[in-house]
């Protein structure tokens, strides 16, 4: 009996550290990734300020085809909304907003994971002679959950290979058309 008491205290102590250490993670989640295109700006913009240009070079709907999307407000720019719908544990449901948009500069999205939280997410463009740098960037609070920061440690390796492979796509795309 003695024996079994100290396993138990010992995983309570465990438990106490492991919650403890969680509060000097980051309390923010932060992703970001960047890419040279060969086109100005102005011919990249276009499809990162409309949710139904994203559609074209989405890393998540080639998880799943069978993803449910609808639109709302105006066909690009501030008030774009996008929501979406899967059974993909990868894709999962939510919404996204264009709520600041800079024409050949700046897209700010919010994100709404539901149950898994919220987040915010951005494009930058930024002229390089005749290239432009994009960078994809996504920010989440975390919160005082200590589970959330712990996870917060794994978003980049979770996410951080979506945001290459959707900008990649988003390069071919944007370089075959021109």
């Given at each position: 009996?003695?024996?079994?008491?100290?396993?138990?205290?010992?995983?309570?102590?465990?438990?106490?550290?492991?919650?403890?250490?969680?509060?000097?993670?980051?309390?923010?989640?932060?992703?970001?990734?960047?890419?040279?295109?060969?086109?100005?700006?102005?011919?990249?913009?276009?499809?990162?300020?409309?949710?139904?240009?994203?559609?074209?070079?989405s890393?998540?709907?080639?998880?799943?085809?069978?993803?449910?999307?609808?639109?709302?407000?105006?066909?690009?720019?501030?008030?774009?909304?996008?929501?979406?719908?899967?059974?993909?544990?990868?894709?999962?449901?939510?919404?996204?907003?264009?709520?600041?948009?800079?024409?050949d500069?700046?897209?700010?999205?919010?994100?709404?994971?539901?149950?898994?939280?919220?987040?915010?997410?951005?494009?930058?463009?930024?002229?390089?002679?005749d290239?432009?740098?994009?960078?994809?960037?996504?920010?989440?609070?975390?919160?005082?959950?200590?589970?959330?920061?712990?996870m917060?440690?794994?978003?980049d390796?979770?996410?951080?290979?979506?945001?290459?492979?959707?900008?990649?796509?988003?390069?071919?795309?944007?370089?075959?058309?021109?």
């Amino acid at each position: 009996m003695r024996v079994i008491k100290r396993i138990f205290l010992f995983l309570i102590c465990l438990v106490l550290l492991l919650i403890g250490v969680s509060y000097l993670l980051p309390g923010k989640a932060i992703v970001s990734r960047s890419i040279t295109i060969d086109a100005p700006a102005s011919a990249i913009f276009p499809y990162v300020n409309s949710m139904q240009e994203t559609e074209k070079w989405s890393p998540w709907l080639a998880r799943d085809p069978e993803t449910q999307l609808s639109y709302s407000g105006p066909e690009a720019g501030v008030g774009n909304t996008l929501s979406w719908s899967s059974e993909h544990p990868q894709v999962g449901s939510g919404t996204q907003e264009i709520i600041e948009s800079v024409p050949d500069q700046t897209v700010r999205t919010a994100l709404d994971f539901g149950p898994m939280g919220t987040a915010s997410a951005s494009f930058e463009l930024a002229p390089e002679g005749d290239q432009t740098q994009v960078t994809w960037g996504l920010e989440s609070d975390l919160g005082m959950n200590p589970m959330a920061r712990w996870m917060g440690l794994m978003m980049d390796k979770w996410v951080g290979g979506d945001y290459e492979q959707g900008l990649s796509d988003l390069k071919a795309l944007v370089e075959g058309q021109t």
